[in-house]
């Protein structure tokens, strides 16, 4: 049986195909070092453009957020939002061109990331010089009046911000000497120029609008507004929870605050299995009331269904990044996710569910909620029914708790399917309530310049709130009182209280990189065998065409983007021959040492590594 919604609730099944590209590839582009080549936009006021003219802008680049390139054309770098390791991958997420000369690459994979201290209220500012030479003197002479820094951050704006801030990219470091006897590592990074009272966001209009009036009204909506999307397992067995649901629905709407209700909007998208002949079904938002009729009614006409196992990661992928979230009204406001799902789930994307073919084959859990991070959605996943297949708890839990917001309601013996339905409303309702909260004590520090349009202080806005602006059409520029990008090369000095230096690691290079250590570690008489496992844990990490003539830190570090604290590997395979055997064992005895410190973090860290793509692992945690 199909779908047959009626009265005036209108849904979009018919998907247009992916639009032809200028610029292809079969694979992702490279380093010279062989990873996939990212960059990070050069201020807030870079576009991703249609195509190689630069003339149709797509969307804007959000500040310190790595791109990933797909490949070149001309000037033109083209990108994905997506942490995408193949061309299917990028072609899922927001494709783009920018322009090559207004970003910077990011060519390692080391980054500088808040430590707990840096949330704190009493401390110094982070400062960074712009100028080697300056830089060079204040560490000879340690007057930092004499030779100050050209940033100094403001630390309000940062306690104000979120503790998964995305970290700042470092591109290279190298040890120094400070005054007469002591050494410090510098740290040459992509940094946000500090932010004064007099930067500002200001907006010079919005699509449709007619004057400042009309467009300060749009920036109100869209800062204090959210829109909710229900994500919902639409198989026969679903029918009563429906009903509850909306119950549930209409019920919270006699207790939320009035501008709460007035400003949220409720979309539903349907989903089943790929074997039915409707799989995906959308309902564009509409006010909560009218989204709790029109779940009402679907719960009549809910069947289908036979599977197990549901493609719940193929619905929420298509509505995080496919979905029409602004509808008639235009403006989203703050987006929300709610996903709904009885029995089990699929681990990994199916690929089949969206007849466009858009949503990517095989994300695992991690994947999907990736890109509601990078997208700051949270998501709350519902459990609609005591049964409980092998796949359910997990996809459901780790997808709420990898997204700042997210929440994982489970369903407990002896629970009704009100009381599940009531705890989903209450979670739904708690996190409007604070993204509107937010928009209001933002709005609070708006003004207006002398055309009357409003201006917001940069400070307190954030990648979440100026996507929220974009979503809804405005358009504005980046006014900074002291002139300059957002984002510039600079100099830090080692401070590991504030910024602790990480790096990006995956399970099976941290494994790789264990083994490595343990086989130079080994005490073998046998040096020819000895040298060939070594080659081939070494082609492990940097593949078959390596140089055995550099030393294998040298051609580690090229390939893994990162920088080891030691010496250790600073040595060609031909060096162990020439070890006297007293030499050899030392030696051995401190490879084995890193290898088992390394394990030591592997397994210390296991279940991150199992639940997320990569992990920020401290460089102190290498060798």
């Not at 987006?335 to 699929?346: G, K, P």
Request: hydrophobic share 45%.
């Amino acid at each position: 049986m199909r779908f047959k919604f009626i009265s005036s609730i209108a849904f979009a099944c018919a998907l247009s195909a992916p639009a032809a590209f200028a610029c292809t590839s079969a694979e992702m582009a490279k380093t010279e070092a062989g990873f996939v080549l990212k960059i990070i936009a050069g201020s807030d006021r870079i576009a991703a453009y249609a195509d190689a003219t630069g003339t149709v802008e797509e969307y804007r680049l959000e500040l310190m957020r790595p791109y990933f390139v797909i490949c070149e054309e001309g000037d033109f770098y083209r990108i994905t939002d997506a942490q995408a390791l193949t061309v299917a991958e990028a072609e899922a997420g927001n494709t783009g061109y920018v322009r090559a000369d207004q970003v910077f690459i990011w060519n390692t994979r080391e980054a500088l990331n808040f430590s707990d201290v840096a949330f704190m209220a009493e401390r110094n500012e982070i400062v960074a010089w712009d100028d080697e030479r300056v830089l060079a003197q204040y560490l000879e002479t340690l007057n930092i009046k004499a030779h100050p820094p050209a940033f100094r951050e403001n630390l309000t704006a940062t306690l104000a911000r979120a503790r998964e801030t995305r970290p700042y990219p470092v591109l290279g470091s190298d040890v120094r000497r400070v005054g007469k006897t002591g050494e410090k590592r510098v740290f040459n990074a992509l940094i946000p120029a500090a932010l004064t009272p007099d930067d500002r966001l200001v907006v010079t209009g919005a699509e449709g609008a007619g004057n400042a009036d009309e467009t300060a009204e749009t920036v109100r909506r869209a800062l204090t507004s959210a829109t909710i999307l229900l994500v919902f397992d639409a198989t026969g067995s679903m029918d009563t929870f429906a009903l509850e649901t909306a119950e549930a629905i209409g019920a919270a709407l006699k207790g939320l605050d009035a501008q709460v209700v007035e400003n949220s909007r409720m979309g539903i998208l349907f989903y089943r299995d790929a074997e039915d002949e409707e799989r995906l079904v959308e309902i564009p938002p509409l006010p909560l009331n009218e989204a709790a009729e029109a779940l009402r009614k679907a719960a009549s006409l809910m069947s289908g269904g036979g599977d197990a196992a549901e493609p719940v990661l193929d619905a929420i992928y298509y509505g995080l990044n496919f979905y029409k979230w602004s509808g008639e009204q235009g403006v989203p406001g703050a987006q929300i996710v709610v996903a709904v799902l009885n029995d089990d789930a699929h681990p990994r994307t199916i690929g089949s569910l969206d007849r466009a073919g858009r949503v990517p084959q095989g994300l695992d859990v991690a994947g999907v909620a990736r890109a509601a991070l990078e997208k700051s959605i949270p998501v709350i996943t519902v459990q609609a029914g005591p049964k409980e297949g092998p796949n359910l708890v997990h996809v459901l839990e780790t997808m709420a708790n990898n997204v700042p917001g997210g929440a994982f309601i489970r369903w407990n013996a002896g629970l009704k399917e009100k009381e599940i339905a009531d705890a989903l409303i209450r979670a739904t309702n708690a996190e409007v309530a604070v993204k509107v909260e937010k928009g209001r004590e933002t709005i609070g520090r708006m003004a207006f310049d002398l055309n009357g349009f409003p201006t917001i202080p940069l400070e307190v806005m954030d990648g979440e709130l100026i996507e929220r602006l974009r979503t809804a059409g405005i358009d504005f520029n980046i006014e900074m009182g002291s002139g300059g990008v957002l984002v510039r090369k600079a100099y830090l000095l080692e401070n590991n209280d504030l910024l602790a230096p990480t790096i990006q690691i995956e399970k099976e290079t941290l494994q790789n990189l264990i083994n490595l250590y343990a086989l130079l570690g080994t005490v073998s008489p046998d040096g020819e065998s000895m040298r060939e496992a070594v080659s081939q844990a070494l082609a492990a990490i940097a593949g078959e065409e390596f140089d055995p003539s550099e030393t294998i830190q040298s051609v580690v570090q090229k390939r893994l983007g990162i920088q080891f604290r030691s010496v250790l590997l600073d040595f060609d395979l031909a060096y162990l021959d020439a070890l006297t055997p007293a030499e050899r064992l030392s030696f051995a005895k401190r490879l084995q040492e890193a290898a088992t410190g390394l394990n030591y973090y592997l397994e210390a860290n296991l279940a991150e590594f199992d639940r997320l793509p990569s992990v920020w692992m401290p460089v102190s945690a290498l060798p």
